[in-house]
């Protein structure tokens, strides 16, 4: 099993439509957890760290469920500029350090 | 503040040669990763360290080797280059939490 799974996609919605991605991962001494951000051919970038109460960033809300061990990014109202691969990330911390990545999610935004 | 720099950004190899893919920081992190990224698919874990004189493999580790004699550089080695590792490499930092990456490196083995 992978250590960190996502739905590859593509997801494609009109402009305005609101899309949520969910990502699974499978240690749960894992501690930390983002959202990430990836343009075609450019490097990965910080989209936003989920919290476990929920959090909210304008149109994009993260909510995470230790439980079920599953992470979930959801964005409204989508804009064209939004198109792009969602990748999930798993900090393990502590002594071991290890950044790990999901496949990512492409999303595609259509007019 | 430069960030995180890779050098090359580009690189053509011939099998079995061998080349060290550079990375250097400048935020005093102590965490650097090093990933590739083969086409359409995700970031997989080549090797990590948690501070000058550490570092760890992640998930694909064969082919490559790294060391960390600095908190700055994290340069990453192949020794002998097959077709498999063709592929965009990243380097990145952190410090606890977010990730800060270089612009990658292109490389193509033939």
């Known amino acids: 099993r992978k250590e960190v799974e996502q739905d590859p996609g593509p997801f494609n919605v009109p402009e305005g439509a609101t899309v949520a991605f969910n990502c699974t991962y499978s240690?749960?001494?894992?501690?930390?957890f983002f959202w990430y951000r990836q343009d075609c051919r450019k490097e990965p970038k910080l989209l936003m760290s989920?919290?476990?109460s929920g959090n909210e960033d304008g149109r994009f809300t993260a909510q995470l469920n230790r439980a079920s061990q599953y992470i979930s990014l959801l964005i409204r109202d989508s804009k064209l500029s939004d198109s792009a691969t969602y990748l999930c990330?798993?900090?393990?911390?502590?002594?071991?350090?290890?950044?790990?990545f999901g496949q990512g999610t492409t999303l595609q935004v259509k007019p | 503040n430069a960030g995180v720099t890779q050098t090359p950004k580009f690189r053509i190899l011939k099998i079995g040669q061998s080349m060290t893919l550079q990375c250097a920081q400048d935020?005093?992190?102590?965490?650097m990763y090093w990933y590739r990224q083969d086409p359409g698919m995700g970031l997989k874990l080549i090797y990590y360290?948690?501070?000058?004189?550490?570092?760890d493999k992640g998930e694909v580790p064969n082919g490559y080797n790294v060391s960390r004699s600095t908190t700055e550089d994290f340069p990453l080695r192949l020794e002998l280059a097959a077709p498999s590792q063709t592929s965009v490499y990243f380097c990145?930092?952190?410090?606890?939490?977010?990730?800060?990456f270089g612009q990658g490196t292109r490389l193509t083995v033939v």
């Open positions: 990145a930092s952190s410090l606890d939490t977010e990730a800060f």
């Open positions: 240690n749960s001494a894992s501690q930390s």
């Open positions: 989920v919290y476990s």
């Open positions: 990330v798993v900090n393990l911390l502590g002594n071991t350090g290890k950044l790990i």
């Open positions: 935020m005093n992190h102590n965490y």
């Open positions: 360290s948690v501070g000058a004189g550490i570092t």
